[in-house]
Each structure stands twice: as C-alpha cells, then as structure tokens.
C-alpha cells in the first residue's frame, strides 16, 4: 500500500470542503453528499463552522483510492481558507506530499489562493489545479488561468476539454484525443524528456505521461483540471491525476530529531491532549537504537507501545499513547498516526517531534518567528474563585491553535487572549465559553496603538535644578531624530562613566513608554553628544538627570509624533444590487476604495484598506447588508511600511 498525503488549500468559498466531502463519497467513505448550506458535512463538525459556513480548523481524513496504476491510501487534509487561521495551514507544508489547490471558475484567482501558491512553491510542494464550479459558469475560466500564470511567472497546462457532444475529457484518461502541442508542452520542461521523445519515432512510448508524472514535483510544470466538486465532475479524475504525479521528496530528519512532523495539535474529553503527526520514512521500533543515538529519545520510544484500530472520534488514524503496555511493530512514511501527549515529548505544529533536551531551542525559534497579534481581548471571571478554570480552558484553546496566546495581568489579576484577528478572537472565545454554566467578562477587541516620531532632527540641551537651585542634574546636549523603523536606540558620542550611561539609557527608555496620546513611542534615536558630571553626589545627579530626561524628551512628543495602528486590506464580493451600500459603509469607516471588478453572475469584486480599528464588526455589518450573501476576506498587519495614520 502507498501512502500519500494530500492536501486541499484554496481562497474562503472556493469549494474546499465541498471538494472534500465529495471526495470521501467518491471513496465510498460516506453513504451521502453532505452540504455546507445544511451544516452536515464531514469535515465542519464545529458549532462555528457549520452557523458561519467556513472551515475553521483542519480536518483529517484517510480514504483508500485505486487507479489502474497501483492502490493508495490517501491521507487527506481540508485546511482553513480564511486569513485569520493561515498559522494552521503554514504548520502542515512540511508533511505536505502533493497539494490541490482550489480556483473558482468565473474570477481571477483570489488573494488567499495566490498566498497559499506562493506558500506552496517555498515549500517545494508539487500542486496540482483544480478549477471548480464550471456548472455554474461553464467556459468561463479564462480569467482565472490567465491571473494563474501571472502567479507563477509561466503558462499553467490546461488538461480538460470538452469532446463533440460537450462532455469535459480529462488527458490522463485518454491522452490521444488531446493536440499535440499539449503533449509538448508536457515535455518542453525537460530537455532529457524532449529528446527521448524524438529520439523514438515509433511512438511506442507516450513521454507526454513521463513528463506530467515528474514536471509538478520539480516545479517545472503546474497541471489544471477543471470540474464540479458539487456534481462530482472530474473529482475522481482529478484524484487520479494526484496520485500519477510523483509527490515531494520528504526530508531526511533522523540525524537531528525524530522523523515525525506534527500537524495539528487537539484535545479529546476522554484521551486528553495529542497531535496529528507523520512519519517522514518507515520506522522499526525493533531497530530503534540504529537510528536514534541519544539516551532520552530511547527511553521515550520505547515507552510508546500501543495502536489502537481507531483514535479519538473523527479521526480514523491509528492512536499512539506513550503510556501503554503493548508493543508495536513500525511506524510508516506518510502514514498519519495520532501521537498522545507526553511529559517528555515536544509537539509544536510545524515543527518535528522533540524531546526535552531540544524544547528550549524550539521554543525560541518558533517564538522568534512570530510577532505579537495587534488584536486582544481582556478577559475577567465574574467569580475570583473560577480563575484557575477560566485559565484551563484558554490554555487547552492554545495548545489547540498556538495562533494564540494569552496573557495574565499581575496588577489587576485579568487575563488577556491575543489572535490574528477579529474572527479569531470571537470564534476562540465562543469556543471557551461554550458548554459551561461560568460566566465570564469580555471586554472589546483591543487593537494595538503606538506613537511614531515624525521626520525630524531636533537638538536639546537638558537639564533640571532642584534644592532651590543649589542642585543640578548637568546639561546633557543630545539629538533626537527619526529612524527608518518602528525602533529604539541610545548612542553615545562622548566617553561617560557605564552607571550614568545606564541611567540616561533607562531614564530616555522610560520616557518612550507614554507619549503625548498615552502610547508607547518608537522609531526615534537619542543621540548623546556631551554631558559634564557636575560635582557632588552622584546619586542625586543621577536622580536629576532621569527627571531632565523624562520632562525633556516627553515635552517634544506633543508635537513631533503622530498615533499609528494596524492597516487592513478588505476584499468584497458582493451583489451588484449590494455594491452602493456596502461602499456606503465603507465610506463611513474612512476606507480607501482601491479597485472594483465586475465578476461574472451579476456580483462585483472590490478592495478597500482602512486602519483595523475602524473595520472592526464589518463582516457582521456585510452579512446584514446583503442578507447573508456577501462575503469579505480580511488581511491585516503592523509593519513599519504596512499601517495607519489614526485620527488624533
């Protein structure tokens, strides 16, 4: 049995779980096609999921599939589209073998899609394109391929037609019936394929099939089918077309850590905390000691002895727990098991299985790799008593989706939940406060604030008197000017003693703190270019010269710096009928209307940006504008080159 784990990405509303319920129907996996309108398909399972119609977090699913070319047990991965859950879909590229990316027929290939393609191609993971919804608007995909090769920078390959009677035919199927400048352009990737294609003039061999099973793995080639995930059109040729395609070389990781990807990270009421995991090659626990050499990670693999037939419900993999006391024989490449929690054990998603001795050096490189959300919420127990469970639920919610984090506030003994964004601080909220009778206080979303310095390069002269002027700090000569970013710094041009150095370094750090609208202030530099001590005691000086600093420097932030927050990119599609109201809203919000494309069907396409805090409860306001049918996808960042100027 060959093993290859499949998975499906794709723009909000493209088609993905609708593709992958039809899939398991196809496999004979489910007795019925479920829809996302009715809320009982098999990978939205979540109350959120099924009242909003969106994917909120990936699902897993193990489907044998045979094809005239051999037997195959696919493990198949419905990842989120929605840009506020994007950390789940980055964790699973690594373990990703192939990938089906979903377009949607009838526009040009939407925001989240061309991420995720960029995503993809990082990651070296073959991709094959799916253009769905060609029963709603038929031939109408040109759009769409032509967005497709500006994405890639080259001509993706078209491998669907329609025959005489108006029937789509697929290439794998019957590659004869297509022109022979397809089977070229199937070939022209590699000179090697080329040239053993001319060199056979009887034919006998079709080097079209060679070069459309190697291209996509190389990068070399990017095959489109096209079909109906609802009707069930060319799913299982697309399928077919996966699997003759050759899948991406995993990484060897023995030599470092255990061969075990983590996927995703869970919590059941019954077995407690485990991960999605997969083997990167076949593993012998009998050969355990040939292939890891340190002590600890022995003494962890060989306490895991148990398979069950099944996991926790949902998820039809084997169950690994560290815990039992029968024995297994191997772990297989590709072969996706569920990996209970261990004390000894390191799970982060994204990363590979690791044992103690490595967490402190994961820890910080996941933590270095991740800036702070600009989005929190602030969280209190309306009992103090229920503190420690309030706290309980949230930790289970990170260890779920390490998207977030949370908080505790020593001073007011309040808890702070950060996300990547509105929808998923709401959505992990309402998780944690679903099925209990506590009650817990919410406060608004929170979106983060700074004071950036303007252009400037002002000198002072600082200094302050005290003790009816018997006292003084010393004048301190500095320049204060802007830097290219959102940073700090301290220089010093003259020679001084380390304890006063570090006396100006804490007292200008200090006055950065709160600006003139009560925000941190940043990307400014302090320069010191002379300071003469003055005689006496050189605490008091030291005392005076933080109060110079601290009056100073904050007297020229009432004029010299402007509030900046987080910017957003919102992409609409709506009803034509909708269009003036929703820019209405928009208007009102203070948004920049970027663009509006007219989309097939009567609907229309637009981009706005407008600063976070103003969009806030905007896809709540689109629902009830256009009763339910518009849809809007929402990007937001903090960069130096990425925000908004906010009204003072």
């Given at each position: 049995?060959?093993?290859?784990?499949?998975?499906?990405?794709?723009?909000?509303?493209?088609?993905?779980?609708?593709?992958?319920?039809?899939?398991?129907?196809?496999?004979?996996?489910?007795?019925?096609?479920?829809?996302?309108?009715?809320?009982?398909?098999?990978?939205?399972?979540?109350?959120?999921?099924?009242?909003?119609?969106?994917?909120?977090?990936?699902?897993?699913?193990?489907?044998?599939?045979?094809?005239?070319?051999?037997?195959?047990?696919?493990?198949?991965?419905?990842?989120?589209?929605?840009?506020?859950?994007?950390?789940?879909?980055?964790?699973?590229?690594?373990?990703?073998?192939?990938?089906?990316?979903?377009?949607?027929?009838?526009?040009?290939?939407?925001?989240?899609?061309?991420?995720?393609?960029?995503?993809?191609?990082?990651?070296?993971?073959?991709?094959?394109?799916?253009?769905?919804?060609?029963?709603?608007?038929?031939?109408?995909?040109?759009?769409?391929?032509?967005?497709?090769?500006?994405?890639?920078?080259?001509?993706?390959?078209?491998?669907?037609?329609?025959?005489?009677?108006?029937?789509?035919?697929?290439?794998?199927?019957?590659?004869?019936?297509?022109?022979?400048?397809?089977?070229?352009?199937?070939?022209?990737?590699?000179?090697?394929?080329?040239?053993?294609?001319?060199?056979?003039?009887?034919?006998?061999?079709?080097?079209?099939?060679?070069?459309?099973?190697?291209?996509?793995?190389?990068?070399?080639?990017?095959?489109?089918?096209?079909?109906?995930?609802?009707?069930?059109?060319?799913?299982?040729?697309?399928?077919?077309?996966?699997?003759?395609?050759?899948?991406?070389?995993?990484?060897?990781?023995?030599?470092?850590?255990?061969?075990?990807?983590?996927?995703?990270?869970?919590?059941?009421?019954?077995?407690?905390?485990?991960?999605?995991?997969?083997?990167?090659?076949?593993?012998?626990?009998?050969?355990?000691?040939?292939?890891?050499?340190?002590?600890?990670?022995?003494?962890?693999?060989?306490?895991?002895?148990?398979?069950?037939?099944?996991?926790?419900?949902?998820?039809?993999?084997?169950?690994?727990d560290p815990d039992s006391e029968e024995n297994i024989s191997q772990l297989q490449k590709g072969k996706l098991v569920l990996?209970?929690?261990?004390?000894?054990?390191?799970?982060?998603?994204?990363?590979?299985?690791?044992?103690?001795?490595?967490?402190?050096?994961?820890?910080?490189?996941?933590?270095?790799?991740?800036?702070?959300?600009?989005?929190?919420?602030?969280?209190?127990?309306?009992?103090?008593?229920?503190?420690?469970?309030?706290?309980?639920?949230?930790?289970?919610?990170?260890?779920?989706?390490?998207?977030?984090?949370?908080?505790?506030?020593?001073?007011?003994?309040?808890?702070?939940?950060?996300?990547?964004?509105?929808?998923?601080?709401?959505?992990?909220?309402?998780?944690?406060?679903?099925?209990?009778?506590?009650?817990?206080?919410?406060?608004?979303?929170?979106?983060?604030?700074?004071?950036?310095?303007?252009?400037?390069?002002?000198?002072?002269?600082?200094?302050?008197?005290?003790?009816?002027?018997?006292?003084?700090?010393?004048?301190?000569?500095?320049?204060?000017?802007?830097?290219?970013?959102?940073?700090?710094?301290?220089?010093?041009?003259?020679?001084?003693?380390?304890?006063?150095?570090?006396?100006?370094?804490?007292?200008?750090?200090?006055?950065?703190?709160?600006?003139?609208?009560?925000?941190?202030?940043?990307?400014?530099?302090?320069?010191?270019?002379?300071?003469?001590?003055?005689?006496?005691d050189l605490q008091i000086t030291l005392t005076l010269l933080k109060v110079a600093i601290l009056a100073g420097v904050k007297?020229?932030?009432?004029?010299?710096?402007?509030?900046?927050?987080?910017?957003?990119?919102?992409?609409?599609?709506?009803?034509?009928?909708?269009?003036?109201?929703?820019?209405?809203?928009?208007?009102?919000?203070?948004?920049?209307?970027?663009?509006?494309?007219?989309?097939?069907?009567?609907?229309?396409?637009?981009?706005?940006?407008?600063?976070?805090?103003?969009?806030?409860?905007?896809?709540?306001?689109?629902?009830?504008?256009?009763?339910?049918?518009?849809?809007?996808?929402?990007?937001?960042?903090?960069?130096?080159?990425?925000?908004?100027?906010?009204?003072?």
């Amino acid at each position: 049995m060959k093993y290859r784990t499949v998975g499906i990405f794709a723009h909000i509303d493209s088609g993905k779980t609708t593709l992958t319920e039809r899939i398991l129907f196809e496999a004979g996996k489910i007795s019925a096609v479920g829809s996302i309108e009715d809320g009982n398909t098999e990978s939205d399972s979540l109350q959120e999921e099924i009242e909003r119609g969106i994917s909120i977090r990936t699902t897993f699913h193990s489907i044998p599939w045979n094809t005239q070319f051999g037997e195959f047990q696919i493990e198949l991965v419905d990842t989120p589209g929605h840009i506020d859950f994007r950390n789940q879909v980055t964790d699973l590229l690594p373990a990703m073998e192939s990938a089906i990316v979903v377009l949607e027929a009838g526009t040009v290939v939407q925001s989240q899609a061309r991420l995720v393609i960029e995503e993809l191609r990082k990651a070296n993971v073959p991709m094959i394109f799916f253009i769905n919804k060609l029963d709603r608007f038929d031939e109408d995909y040109l759009d769409t391929l032509v967005s497709l090769e500006e994405i890639l920078g080259g001509a993706p390959v078209s491998l669907f037609q329609k025959d005489p009677e108006g029937k789509i035919e697929y290439y794998l199927n019957a590659p004869g019936h297509f022109p022979r400048s397809v089977k070229e352009e199937l070939m022209a990737w590699s000179d090697e394929i080329l040239l053993s294609s001319w060199n056979d003039p009887s034919g006998q061999t079709d080097y079209s099939l060679i070069g459309l099973r190697s291209g996509p793995r190389f990068g070399k080639l990017y095959p489109v089918y096209g079909g109906s995930a609802k009707t069930g059109e060319g799913v299982r040729e697309l399928l077919d077309l996966v699997l003759w395609t050759e899948p991406k070389e995993m990484e060897n990781l023995s030599d470092s850590s255990f061969p075990l990807l983590v996927l995703s990270r869970r919590s059941d009421p019954e077995i407690g905390r485990f991960a999605v995991v997969c083997p990167t090659q076949n593993i012998l626990l009998t050969e355990i000691e040939s292939v890891w050499n340190q002590t600890s990670k022995r003494e962890i693999l060989n306490q895991q002895k148990l398979f069950q037939e099944k996991g926790p419900v949902d998820f039809p993999f084997q169950f690994l727990d560290p815990d039992s006391e029968e024995n297994i024989s191997q772990l297989q490449k590709g072969k996706l098991v569920l990996l209970k929690n261990h004390k000894d054990l390191i799970l982060l998603p994204g990363q590979t299985v690791a044992d103690s001795l490595d967490a402190i050096s994961v820890e910080l490189g996941k933590s270095s790799e991740s800036s702070p959300s600009p989005f929190s919420l602030v969280l209190e127990p309306e009992e103090s008593s229920d503190k420690e469970f309030w706290l309980c639920r949230l930790e289970e919610l990170v260890w779920e989706d390490p998207g977030y984090q949370v908080q505790k506030k020593e001073d007011t003994g309040q808890l702070v939940l950060h996300g990547r964004g509105e929808l998923h601080l709401e959505i992990g909220i309402r998780r944690v406060m679903e099925r209990t009778e506590k009650k817990l206080k919410v406060s608004s979303i929170n979106i983060a604030k700074i004071e950036l310095l303007k252009k400037m390069s002002h000198k002072v002269a600082l200094e302050h008197r005290a003790f009816e002027d018997q006292k003084s700090s010393g004048a301190l000569i500095a320049v204060l000017e802007d830097t290219a970013d959102f940073s700090k710094h301290i220089a010093f041009e003259v020679s001084l003693p380390e304890e006063v150095k570090n006396s100006i370094e804490t007292s200008f750090m200090e006055a950065c703190l709160h600006g003139f609208y009560g925000e941190e202030v940043v990307g400014l530099k302090f320069r010191v270019l002379s300071y003469e001590i003055p005689k006496g005691d050189l605490q008091i000086t030291l005392t005076l010269l933080k109060v110079a600093i601290l009056a100073g420097v904050k007297e020229l932030f009432s004029l010299n710096t402007y509030l900046v927050g987080p910017l957003t990119e919102v992409e609409v599609m709506v009803d034509a009928d909708h269009l003036g109201v929703v820019l209405s809203d928009l208007s009102r919000r203070n948004a920049k209307v970027v663009s509006i494309l007219e989309a097939v069907a009567g609907k229309s396409h637009l981009k706005a940006n407008a600063p976070a805090q103003n969009l806030l409860g905007f896809s709540g306001a689109l629902r009830n504008m256009t009763k339910g049918i518009g849809i809007s996808w929402e990007r937001t960042a903090f960069t130096y080159e990425f925000h908004a100027v906010l009204k003072e």
